[in-house]
């Protein structure tokens, strides 16, 4: 932990998150334990800071690691402390007479027993209240053995003194709490206090808290391992917020791995990676990873501490996590099962939300500080080379990590009054597929294979949807769909799409990175420079990630010049196709004539339980627009559904239109087909045949629990083999027979998966 500024052991200083003031006490080089349950040093000091501070919502003692008491713990401390000036200022306790003292001195010995009273509440406010108790109860055993008027009166005096004292000890609530215990309480036990005071302790490189004790009424749902970490996921009683619980493997190591984390800690800290070095994220990781794998083994060597090489590793992970990485933000995106993280200003009083695939909405028991969202913020500016200012309140980028990808929104003051605010969109690790999606029941079989059939027929396409409609990963899945032959170019402003992994997978494609809409000016080219370069380049596929300004009227023109040459397909906001073309024709201004350049609108969105606890998400309609209408397409029927989502039967149903064939665009797309052209059966018969094979591949991974059949590698393969199959099929019959199409794909499936 460093301190803000120069803080004395024993000193202190106030850090405002938000709405709180957290007080950070110095125990570095202190002589006892930086533990208030533990240690009556410690509670007295802390109440004495507290008598200057009483504003405090949380405290932390800092030593070799960091001692959270929460805004709870902290009160009852408060109120002690706000009791203790009380007494010593108020005349009517410290005041002679009140303690029936004469001027000639007699009774002298009770001042010094209630000074002995509430001194000791700083250090013991439970062995006070018992204390006093026991003076009253020896006091009212002589009061009433008083023969004498005036040693009646002094006594009363006195009585009244300690039992306005015992009233205001009564009515803390650390005495409250424990009413209970405290028969046969002796001074010096602390046992008690180790019930109610229960600190979060974290390594002192860490900012982050957490809250360490699961909820002990919560029904346990779910626990998984991510990585070395744990996570469990808890249903609350009395709330609708189902809490995921981290356990990060930093909490559980041992005092000597503690200390060789630490020792490198500090050494790394003197080197500070310039900003040019975050210009290869990855390099600059494996870099400090290396080195802290090195220091670590040598300072292991030197401390003669014994540990093996893999606990090694462990260690320089969690050292490059809190040194140049962004802390437990990067355990939470590690987890496959997580979608959305959102972190909201004033940073530091609520905790991180997150969406998970399994459990929608929860709570998470990280609560990440001020400290925190600063140091993210600084990065992120120097990872992506945007600014994050003023006059620049928000900035798209996103993080790419070790077993991760995401997307990332920020937004600061002034557009956040409350400084700065997160949110991450977690990148499924592999692309979605349309398979996948069929698994998840987001679509069927049959609405992939015409998917499918619109993407071979070069197609101009929109995904639309709301946010968090899963749009992007649609569009990525119809990449997948796309045949490695051709050239795909992408043109995204931050890299959503899964360019890095097809082209791991062999696609020729090329990313086009370019300015966010947000940003007026910068170093990029702007996305509508940008998609009118990718026209420079040849004949492509061009997929765009989202269209959201000027670039639609560049797309619009791509989608003119590509169409009947590649698939040309974006994202875009939009609950309907009318939706879609009110955004595009009337909020973005492009030519309603323009707009006829889309063949193709697939919509997607979210669906909500009647009791609003659960959701889903599907394709609710795939539309094709016709080119004959001239003012509105809704009012001239220049929409027409080919597959409708049916709630009743939670099912995309392909309408009457598409049955009977009643498709321009589909028909457009056969009359380049010689097999195709006026055949409508045959048209269906492949739009079957590609469903047929989807259903297939989920089948067999349903059955034989081979969930990797689902994945872009496998599908690519099976999606090859279909258009070699085909090209076969066709040499040797003369057509596209889908029977022996699927025969032949059928058998190279069984003996790729060893069916006999």
Same mark, same amino acid.
């Given at each position: ?461 929109? %995904?639309?949807?709301? *946010? =968090?409609?899963?749009?992007?990963? $649609?569009?990525? !899945?119809?990449? @997948? &769909?796309? +045949? ?59 997929? %765009?990630?989202?269209? *959201? =300004?000027?670039?639609?009227?560049? $797309?619009?023109? !791509?989608?003119? @010049? &590509?169409? +009947? ?59 094709? %627009? ?131």
């Amino acid at each position: 932990m460093v301190f803000q500024k120069r803080v004395q052991p024993g000193g202190f200083e106030i850090i405002k998150e938000g709405q709180e003031q957290v007080m950070k006490i110095n125990f570095q080089g202190l002589s006892f334990s930086p533990s208030i349950e533990g240690s009556d040093l410690a509670m007295s000091l802390v109440i004495s800071k507290l008598q200057e501070s009483p504003g405090a919502s949380r405290i932390v003692l800092v030593e070799r690691r960091n001692y959270l008491y929460n805004y709870t713990q902290t009160q009852m401390l408060v109120e002690i402390a706000n009791l203790y000036n009380l007494l010593i200022k108020q005349k009517k306790v410290l005041n002679l007479y009140n303690l029936g003292i004469t001027p000639d001195g007699a009774n002298a010995e009770r001042l010094g027993i209630v000074q002995f009273i509430i001194n000791l509440m700083k250090s013991d406010p439970l062995g006070s209240y018992v204390e006093l108790k026991r003076i009253m109860r020896d006091e009212t055993i002589k009061f009433e053995k008083l023969i004498n008027k005036e040693d009646e009166d002094s006594m009363r005096r006195y009585m009244s003194a300690l039992t306005y004292i015992s009233k205001l000890l009564e009515g803390t609530t650390i005495v409250k709490l424990s009413k209970n215990y405290l028969p046969g309480y002796n001074l010096g036990d602390r046992s008690i206090y180790a019930q109610i005071f229960k600190p979060s302790i974290t390594p002192d490189f860490m900012l982050t808290r957490m809250m360490f004790t699961p909820p002990m009424d919560g029904e346990e749902l779910d626990i998984y391992k991510v990585g070395e970490a744990t996570v469990t996921i808890f249903k609350q009683p009395g709330t609708v917020k189902t809490l995921y619980f981290l356990e990060p493997p930093e909490f559980t190591i041992s005092e000597d791995k503690y200390i060789l984390l630490d020792m490198a800690r500090n050494i790394l800290a003197e080197h500070r990676p310039r900003e040019e070095e975050f210009l290869d994220p990855e390099k600059l990781r494996n870099t400090f990873y290396n080195i802290g794998k090195d220091l670590l083994l040598e300072l292991a060597e030197s401390k003669n501490i014994d540990i093996s090489y893999e606990e090694i590793l462990n260690l320089a992970g969690i050292l490059v996590r809190y040194t140049i990485g962004f802390g437990l933000i990067e355990i939470l995106l590690q987890d496959p099962k997580i979608q959305d993280i959102s972190i909201n200003g004033p940073i530091g009083e609520t905790p991180i939300f997150i969406v998970h695939q399994d459990y929608d909405d929860c709570v998470t028991n990280i609560y990440p500080s001020r400290e925190d969202s600063e140091s993210w913020g600084t990065k992120f500016r120097l990872l992506s080379g945007r600014p994050l200012d003023e006059a620049n309140p928000v900035l798209d980028t996103e993080l790419e990590i070790p077993g991760a990808r995401a997307r990332t929104a920020i937004i600061s003051a002034p557009l956040n009054p409350y400084g700065l605010g997160f949110s991450f969109r977690r990148h499924r690790d592999k692309p979605w597929t349309l398979p996948l999606f069929c698994k998840v029941k987001m679509m069927n079989s049959l609405s992939a294979g015409l998917i499918s059939f619109l993407t071979d027929g070069s197609r101009t396409m929109l %995904v639309a949807g709301t *946010r =968090s409609s899963g749009k992007t990963s $649609l569009l990525g !899945a119809v990449m @997948v &769909g796309i +045949l490695r032959r051709f050239r795909v170019i992408t043109v995204e402003d931050t890299l959503e799409l899964p360019g890095k992994a097809l082209r791991d997978l062999g696609y020729n494609i090329q990313q086009m990175k370019v300015r966010s809409a947000l940003v007026e000016s910068g170093s990029e080219m702007s996305a509508d420079e940008g998609i009118r370069a990718s026209l420079r380049l040849g004949d492509s596929a061009l997929v %765009v990630g989202e269209v *959201r =300004s000027k670039e639609a009227f560049a $797309l619009y023109e !791509a989608m003119r @010049v &590509g169409a +009947l040459a590649n698939v040309v397909a974006g994202t875009i906001h939009g609950d309907s196709p009318y939706g879609v073309y009110d955004r595009v024709v009337n909020d973005l201004k492009v030519p309603a004539t323009s707009f006829k350049a889309t063949d193709i609108i697939i919509v997607a969105n979210p669906m909500k339980s009647p009791d609003g606890m659960q959701k889903w998400r599907r394709v609710v309609s795939i539309t094709e %627009v016709r080119k004959h209408w001239e003012q509105d397409p809704l009012r001239e029927q220049g929409f027409v559904d080919l597959m409708k989502y049916n709630p009743n039967t939670d099912e995309l149903e392909p309408t009457a239109e598409l049955i009977n064939g009643n498709s321009e665009i589909l028909k457009s797309i056969a009359g380049n087909v010689k097999e195709w052209a006026g055949n409508w059966d045959a048209i269906w018969h492949n739009i079957e045949l590609r469903g047929k094979i989807f259903q297939a591949i989920v089948d067999y991974s349903t059955k034989l629990n081979k969930p990797e059949m689902l994945e872009a590698e496998f599908v690519i393969k099976s999606n090859d083999m279909f258009h070699l199959f085909s090209e076969e099929v066709k040499n040797e019959f003369g057509e596209l027979d889908s029977r022996k199409i699927f025969f032949r794909w059928h058998d190279w499936l069984k003996r790729e998966l060893a069916i006999k």
